[in-house]
């Protein structure tokens, strides 16, 4: 498989890279020794979701080419401008004006899918790997991190098998269907599945801008449970006991902090609870009691738990909990 000028080459990783009006975006490139599908790993489009980064490192330095059918090609920075100047970097800072710099770092990357060629930086990057890379492959997986709240789930365009298929693959506990009018419009697994029918999906794993071993581990084995789901990787995914199914377009309830203190919550993200279960409270902070209770108000899962901030000391009016109902339980 050729990538600009990168050429793949059988049983080996090669690595390489994109160039962009003086950006080179870092490409990797495993073949295996027997033809097969081939799956696009991306990560780092958002400056501070560093996760996907050490996923789709660990798992190319973990994977034996011999044993693997097709080709596996990995960006593990989608956005190495963002992430420069976020980080302080003096990488790439002579490329652009300052001036200039804050005009595109209010540019998220994914919102402008497939980019433009005579867009603006932000655009032209996400128009090369679109060209280059997404019309090449039989997979996009698109590699994030959420709210702490949100721990753990995919997404995929509700109603497009094949991304519904490779998003319960994958292995999260949720998998929440999306589409342009539930959500936003120019995300990468929105856009593709219609445009070029390729399955695609978006993982988010959180927290942001951390690299906790557990979800290390639990991204390294997604990507390997969706190779063997496409056939690349012998075996069977290893799959969760249940996963539940939820549409972003159903109605969602809110609850809210009524009184200050300490979030204490049960169920975790995505788990199934049956109506009446207990699903948080808050309590004060001079006897420890409760003084807010939530209850499931039918069966369904909580989406997310806990405030955006990632505290568990809530202030009156913060988010402390969501609910939905299951649109399918899956059992593995």
Excluded at 76 to 87: D, E, L, Q
Excluded at 185 to 214: H, Q, R, W
């Amino acid at each position: 498989m050729r990538i600009g000028t990168i050429r793949s080459r059988p049983g080996e990783l090669v690595r390489g890279s994109l160039a962009v009006d003086g950006v080179r975006i870092p490409v990797a490139v495993i073949e295996g020794r027997r033809p097969g599908p081939a799956i696009y790993l991306q990560a780092a489009q958002h400056p501070t979701e560093m996760m996907g980064v050490e996923v789709t490192h660990r798992f190319a330095t973990e994977l034996d080419p011999e044993r693997l059918r097709g080709t596996v090609i990995i960006v593990p920075v989608a956005n190495p401008v963002h992430a420069a100047w976020r980080a302080g970097l003096q990488h790439y800072a002579d490329l652009v004006s300052p001036r200039r710099r804050k005009a595109l770092g209010r540019i998220n990357t994914n919102r402008v899918w497939p980019g433009r060629a005579n867009g603006d930086l932000i655009e032209k990057i996400a128009h090369t790997l679109y060209e280059n890379i997404c019309l090449q492959v039989d997979a996009i997986v698109d590699l994030h991190c959420c709210r702490i709240c949100d721990h753990y789930f995919v997404a995929a365009l509700e109603g497009h098998d094949g991304s519904v298929g490779l998003g319960k693959a994958f292995g999260a506990p949720l998998v929440d269907l999306q589409t342009e009018k539930s959500y936003a419009a120019g995300l990468l697994f929105l856009v593709a599945p219609p445009l070029i029918d390729t399955p695609s999906i978006l993982v988010e794993m959180s927290p942001d801008g951390d690299i906790p071993y557990d979800m290390l581990a639990n991204g390294v084995r997604g990507v390997t449970n969706m190779l063997k789901h496409l056939g690349m990787l012998p075996g069977r995914p290893r799959l969760p006991k249940t996963q539940v199914v939820v549409r972003r377009a159903d109605p969602v309830r809110i609850y809210r902090a009524k009184r200050e203190g300490y979030l204490t919550t049960y169920p975790e993200v995505g788990e199934p609870v049956k109506k009446g279960a207990l699903l948080c409270e808050v309590r004060d902070l001079e006897r420890f009691r409760p003084v807010q209770t939530v209850r499931a108000p039918y069966d369904g899962t909580p989406p997310s738990i806990g405030p955006d901030s990632g505290l568990r000391l809530v202030k009156v009016g913060e988010e402390i909990c969501t609910f939905k109902r299951i649109r399918e339980l899956v059992r593995n």
